[in-house]
């Protein structure tokens, strides 16, 4: 599997951001995407995620309103819209993938990814 974020960047405090990952390399019928991301001094947060189960993605926000997930597989791609970004936003997001995983997602924490991106880091400025 290969995760390769794009579309970070400095913002300004209001603005929305698209960030994208392009996932490849799957070979298991289930598996999670996930995007988290890590703040200065904080732990790892998990904020969106999506799977595969029986041929169908499905899509969870851990913060509707916030953050919102989508894709485009068939183009293997990932992309997290952040809405109303705030100073607070600032921080490194990654794109992460596991295996064997599908409808429950949401039950993944950040430890529970093993293959991650480089990150995309995002700078909100007020």
């Known amino acids: 599997v290969q995760l390769v974020e794009s579309g970070g960047g400095l913002v300004q405090a209001g603005e929305s951001l698209r960030l994208s990952c392009a996932a490849s390399?799957?070979?298991?019928?289930?598996?999670?995407v996930g995007w988290i991301r890590q703040a200065p001094g904080k732990e790892r947060e998990v904020v969106s995620c999506?799977?595969?189960?029986?041929?169908?993605?499905y899509h969870q926000d851990l913060r509707q309103g916030k953050f919102r997930i989508s894709s485009e597989m068939e183009k293997n791609m990932v992309y997290l819209q952040v809405r109303n970004l705030e100073p607070e936003d600032t921080a490194i997001y990654y794109c992460?993938?596991?295996?064997?995983?599908?409808?429950?997602?949401?039950?993944?924490?950040?430890?529970?990814?093993?293959?991650w991106g480089q990150g995309t880091q995002v700078t909100v400025s007020s």
């Open positions: 992460a993938a596991v295996d064997g995983w599908g409808l429950r997602c949401t039950a993944l924490r950040a430890g529970d990814y093993d293959v």
């Open positions: 390399g799957f070979d298991d019928e289930r598996f999670a």
């Open positions: 999506m799977g595969r189960q029986r041929g169908n993605y």
